[in-house]
């Protein structure tokens, strides 16, 4: 794919990065998608919903499949699909989240049962496995015009709801309780962060696919809340993150011709491991002192 | 720091008048939970709400809240309808402690109660930082209220919440079982905090709890809840042999042990409260 390797030169490499048009792509969608995947990832972390964004991606599949099968776009089958479920989810309350007790066995089920049926859609139009693998895994190659289009919208629209949201979502994961008592419609919170959830992993899905889609969505905001419990900070660095990871793994995808979701999720799983060792580290020899918030004066 | 008397109907003492229950019931998934309800709460007094497990205590403070609606009569706090949100009460639900793993800040916990429930990003504001310093300060939390909340001891996180519920601006504050789950040391402390902010700021105090020993002392008045029926008195008139009797419809039986300590006794069973109920 590429006709030379990188050098040290940056600039130089960037060219060469965005010489062809699916590269273009891959970044300008994959940059959104890091942006959006980094917001709500934090929110995934700090609300304990990983496995939440686990299932949508998961029961986003067939949907894909549906919008490959009916000549539309993926994405727009995606979103249906993730929609739906978020709105599901949110109908059958909170005691999914946790993914555990008896629901779990359910859950499951519905689970494998949306792959079987991605993968019968798939098989139904093509017979080939590529376009399974794509979205199973992630790829920088097939994302078309219109797919960044509806990306664009799609980042945009959610992240505006976000930050409507985002205070008083806080509180209600934080203090449910008295969050209700102070005038926060609690549920309705809970069910609008699904359906903003749906939208992220409907997008994240294109970069990372429906198996890898904690590298962006959980790992993020799971290192940003190791490092500072502060929620504008936290936020901030999960978006960072988030755009790193991608940004790096789209460029090593790109030279070293090896998959994309390989490399977003090492880089992922990479930065978490160094953030929680040097954490236990600092503990070890600073009394559990370091790493503390440093304490200033005046927060915020 | 607070006036208080605010402007709402004074009573013949003075005082004014903070909550109001007038023949209030409440009904949950069909059954009566009390009913006939009728007691007055004046401006700055301690209440402690108590009897049994289920008796309908929290439920109580939620219909004070609003959260919970009424089935008859009416309820009135400072004189107005009750509502969600509204910044004069703060409020400590039953809990039990934050997750040790939870990410933020005790002090960003504080400024949720100021607004927390707006919509939007939060700005920057001096005036509302310099609020919550001054709550935390208040309740003796300035050294640990950059730590993230789930590592403080629960002594710790029930100030940061008394900070919280005050923030606001609040003159009634609700506790439902405050000094659950803390150790001796910590239930003088917290209750002294209390004490100290019913008096010094004025703030009307409705507790509930399980055991009215630890802060029997300083209790104005007692609601007792039980057998969908409440009196209302002072400790000494209602935390008797025979009023309780008649409360539960069955014999109860009320010990004074030798330090002074309360202990409410059933036939078969404690009814109520122990020091660890």
């Given amino acids: ?300 | 720091m607070r006036d208080e008397v605010g402007l709402v109907d004074k009573k013949p003492d003075g005082r004014a008048t903070a909550a109001v229950f007038d023949r209030a019931a409440v009904r949950l998934g069909g059954k009566v939970v009390w009913r006939d309800v009728s007691f007055e709460v004046a401006g700055g007094e301690f209440v402690a709400i108590l009897g049994p497990n289920g008796a309908g205590k929290s439920t109580l403070l939620k219909a004070l809240l609003g959260i919970v609606p009424l089935t008859a009569g009416s309820v009135k706090v400072f004189g107005q309808p009750v509502r969600r949100g509204n910044d004069e009460v703060g409020y400590l639900p039953q809990r039990r402690r934050f997750d040790p793993d939870l990410r933020i800040r005790a002090i960003d916990l504080v400024r949720m109660g100021l607004d927390g429930g707006q919509w939007g990003v939060p700005l920057p504001s001096k005036s509302k930082q310099e609020r919550v310093e001054e709550m935390v300060a208040l309740v003796g939390a300035t050294g640990y209220a950059q730590r993230p909340v789930g590592e403080l001891s629960g002594g710790e996180q029930q100030r940061i919440l008394i900070a919280q519920a005050l923030v606001s601006g609040a003159r009634m504050l609700m506790l439902d079982e405050p000094l659950e789950s803390l150790d001796l040391n910590n239930q003088q402390a917290i209750s002294n905090l209390i004490r100290g902010i019913c008096q010094r700021q004025g703030v009307t105090v409705l507790l509930v709890a399980h055991d009215v020993n630890p802060i029997l002392p300083f209790v104005d008045r007692v609601v007792y809840v039980a057998g969908g029926q409440v009196v209302c008195g002072k400790p000494a008139d209602v935390i008797r042999t025979e009023t309780l009797t008649r409360l539960y419809g069955a014999p109860v039986e009320v010990l004074t042990t030798s330090d002074g300590r309360l202990v409410v006794v059933g036939q078969h069973e404690p009814v109520s409260y122990h020091a660890d109920h």
Avoid at chain 1, 68 to 84: D, E, K, R
Avoid at chain 1, 241 to 270: C, E, H, K, N, R
């Fill in chain 1, 1 to 300: 794919m590429p006709q030379q390797g990188p050098s040290w030169d940056l600039v130089a490499d960037i060219q060469l990065l965005l010489q062809f048009h699916f590269m273009q792509n891959a970044f300008i969608a994959g940059t959104l998608v890091a942006l959006l995947a980094g917001a709500a990832g934090y929110f995934v972390v700090l609300r304990g919903q990983s496995f939440a964004a686990h299932m949508l991606s998961q029961v986003g599949f067939p949907g894909a499949a549906a919008g490959v099968l009916l000549h539309v776009s993926p994405v727009l089958g995606l979103i249906v699909f993730c929609l739906a479920a978020a709105l599901g989810i949110g109908w059958a309350g909170r005691d999914l989240d946790a993914g555990h007790r008896a629901e779990s066995a359910a859950v499951g089920s519905i689970l494998a049962f949306s792959l079987g049926l991605g993968l019968l859609f798939f098989r139904l139009y093509a017979g080939s496995a590529a376009g399974i693998y794509s979205f199973l895994f992630g790829t920088i190659l097939g994302i078309s015009d219109r797919d960044v289009q509806l990306t664009l919208a799609v980042a945009v629209l959610s992240f505006a709801a976000l930050a409507l949201i985002g205070r008083p979502l806080v509180f209600a994961t934080v203090d449910p309780d008295v969050a209700e008592a102070r005038g926060v419609n609690v549920q309705m919170l809970s069910i609008g962060f699904l359906v903003v959830l749906a939208f992220a992993v409907a997008i994240t899905v294109q970069i990372v696919g429906t198996l890898l889609i904690f590298a962006l969505l959980v790992a993020p905001g799971a290192s940003a809340l190791q490092l500072t419990a502060r929620p504008g900070r936290a936020l901030a660095l999960s978006v960072a993150l988030s755009l790193a990871f991608t940004w790096l793994g789209l460029a090593l995808a790109y030279f070293t011709d090896l998959p994309v979701g390989f490399f977003i999720t090492s880089l992922a799983f990479a930065a978490y491991v160094l953030i929680r060792a040097a954490k236990g580290a600092a503990a070890v020899r600073g009394g559990k002192l370091r790493f503390r918030e440093p304490s200033f004066a005046t927060p915020n």
